[in-house]
């Protein structure tokens, strides 16, 4: 898949959780949990793990576990009880290990890689927890909105620094047009939440961009994905930060 293909694919996912956030509640749920398989489903392949369908499942059951956790927590705050989803999901990875039957070569890097998946995953609950907070649908909005534009704008053919720079500017401008147009959130505090998700699009760029396995179908679908799970948790921290 070419860089302009996968911009295009993480803007749309980015825009699906945009509608999903200001719609709120079991929507934004789904959505994540969509998201969460997505990346399961290619995670893998991307990070060259030897035993992939039970990886696969463990990443998967991470993502979605954590997901529904969040979404059932009543009361704030929200997140309390991911890690131990996150634990539970550590413990999957080791009996995937002994679920295998191919001499489990490349042990410590199959558990290794299920791990990180994993992580990635659960960091999707970001947006379901910050979708829950009083106020927080705006800043869904805004950050998914920051999150489009600066997948787009990461895509244009520039010189590396001025490609990260366009890319933060470009989201922070996205940030402060949403903080415009929805007066539950600050236009300044926009443009700093924009801005943090553009940063944090350019690194995601400059990590994954090179790897000749985004040339195959599901490496591709893990990495138009990527960002937008792991969008949820900075959207979160970042957001109680700057709007309480």
Known sequence: MQLATRAVVTAVLAAAVAVAGYLGGLPLSATAAVLAILLALGWPALA????????????????????AVVHLTVTQPYLRDLPVVFAAAILLAFLNELLRRDGRTRLVESVSGTVAGTLVAVAVAGWVAIGRTPGGEPIVVVGALALAVGSVVVALHLRPWVGALATAGAAAAAGALGGVLLPAIDPLAGALLGLSVGVLVATLHALFDQLPSLQK????????TLPVTVTGILVYVVGRVLVG
């Open 48 to 67: 060259g793990l030897p035993f992939k369908p039970g990886s696969a499942t463990v990443v998967a059951l991470g993502g979605v576990g954590a997901v």
């Open 217 to 224: 179908r599901w490496p591709s679908l893990a990495a138009v």
